[in-house]
C-alpha cells in the first residue's frame, strides 16, 4: 500500500534538542545504482514513477523515512546534515532535481515541482 499524497510524516523519534526544518516527499537514489534507469524515465517524461518517500531535514541531521516505518527501525537513510551539499534544482517538466554530495557519494532527490519553495528552502538550509 502507497503512502497518501496528502498525508502527514509519521511521528518519528527525533534526538533531544533536534527539530525538524524540511519536510519533503520525493525519491532519493543513487545515479550509479539500481534506481537509475527510473531516474531517466522520470526526467525523460517529467514525472515521477513509483512510490516516493518522506525525506526530512532536521537540525542536525536528513533523514529518509522507511516505506513502512514500524517501531526502531523508522530511517532507511540517516546522515549528519553538515555532511551533506546540494547543487542548484533544476525543472524537467513537472519534477525538480537536485543533485547531493553525501557520505555515501553522489544522490539525487527528485521531488514535484509542486513545492517548489520546500525544495528551495532545502537547498538554502544545506548551503548554510
Not at 80 to 93: F, I, L, M, N, P
Not at 94 to 101: E, G, M, P, T
Not at 111 to 128: G, H, N, P, Q, Y
Amino acid at each position: 500500500m502507497a503512502i497518501p499524497r496528502h498525508s502527514r510524516p509519521p511521528d518519528v523519534p527525533l534526538e533531544p534538542g533536534e527539530f525538524t526544518e524540511v519536510v519533503l516527499r520525493g525519491r532519493l537514489t543513487d545515479p550509479a545504482g539500481p534506481g537509475a534507469l527510473t531516474a531517466k524515465a522520470e526526467r525523460f517524461i517529467g514525472h515521477r514513477l513509483g512510490m516516493s518517500r518522506w525525506i526530512l531535514l532536521t537540525s542536525r541531521r536528513l533523514l529518509v523515512i522507511a516505506p513502512f516505518p514500524r517501531e526502531g527501525d523508522w530511517f532507511d537513510i540517516v546522515w549528519d546534515r553538515r555532511e551533506v551539499t546540494a547543487s542548484q534544482g533544476v525543472k524537467h517538466g513537472d519534477l525538480i532535481r537536485v543533485n547531493l554530495a553525501t557520505p555515501a557519494g553522489p544522490q539525487v532527490l527528485r521531488v514535484s515541482a509542486a513545492i517548489r519553495s520546500e525544495v528551495s528552502r532545502f537547498i538554502k538550509a544545506l548551503r548554510r
